[in-house]
């Protein structure tokens, strides 16, 4: 037993003095506390419910976990993978000794140099707009609408785009 844990129906019994303990009296004692039992619930499902949303953060094994257990508890099919990135190009200096071929789009092919490399930008290679890629069986039946709310309430604040695809 937890500290939470209470049994309102022993209590009942337990603070009555034996004198009193009748069937009418317990009956009646019950009826009033009928209330207490009904705050109690509802603060033990909410008390359940904190514990489970304080349990799981952003991470992207827990964010799975309450994809899973939301959508998909019993295949658990509901995984997460990186968005598409670039890779950025690096030049090199001489002494280093990794050359890179910066050719020209005409030049494509056509020479016995590999295929040109493509300068971009930081920006350009961070993500192409999708942070992470959500995806989700075809057999598991989901409302997308709840499944984004569900996503947006744990994941991190950074990473604003994502897709779901079924698979």
Same mark, same amino acid.
């Given at each position: 037993?937890?500290?939470? &844990?209470? #049994?309102? &129906?022993? *209590? ?8 009193? @303990? %009748? ?5 009646? *004692? %019950? ?5 207490? %039992?009904? !705050? ?5 499902? #909410?008390?359940?419910? #904190?514990?489970?949303? *304080?349990?799981?953060? /952003?991470?992207? $094994?827990?964010?799975?976990?309450? !994809?899973?257990?939301? +959508?998909? #508890?019993?295949? @658990? ?5 990186? /968005?598409? +990135? @670039?890779?950025?190009? +690096? ?11 910066? /050719? ?22 961070? +993500?192409?707009?999708? $942070? ?10 989901? &409302? *997308?609408?709840?499944?984004?709310? !569900?996503?947006?309430?744990?994941? !991190?604040?950074? @990473? ?8």
């Amino acid at each position: 037993m937890g500290l939470f &844990d209470i #049994n309102y &129906d022993d *209590l009942v019994l337990q603070v009555l003095p034996v004198q009193l @303990r %009748k069937d009418i009296m317990i009956a009646w *004692l %019950k009826c009033l506390v009928a209330p207490v %039992k009904w !705050l109690y619930d509802i603060f033990s499902a #909410n008390r359940s419910s #904190n514990l489970y949303v *304080l349990a799981h953060d /952003g991470q992207v $094994c827990y964010l799975e976990a309450v !994809l899973n257990d939301a +959508f998909d #508890n019993i295949g @658990r099919g509901i995984y997460i993978t990186d /968005g598409p +990135f @670039r890779d950025p190009l +690096f030049l090199y200096t001489v002494p280093e000794v990794k050359p890179v071929w910066l /050719g020209l789009v005409s030049e494509e092919g056509s020479t016995s140099y590999p295929d040109p490399e493509w300068l971009y930008t930081e920006a350009e290679t961070y +993500f192409l707009g999708i $942070c992470f890629i959500i995806h989700v069986p075809s057999a598991v039946v989901f &409302d *997308l609408a709840h499944l984004r709310a !569900l996503t947006d309430k744990y994941r !991190l604040p950074g @990473r604003s785009n994502y897709s779901v695809v079924t698979y």
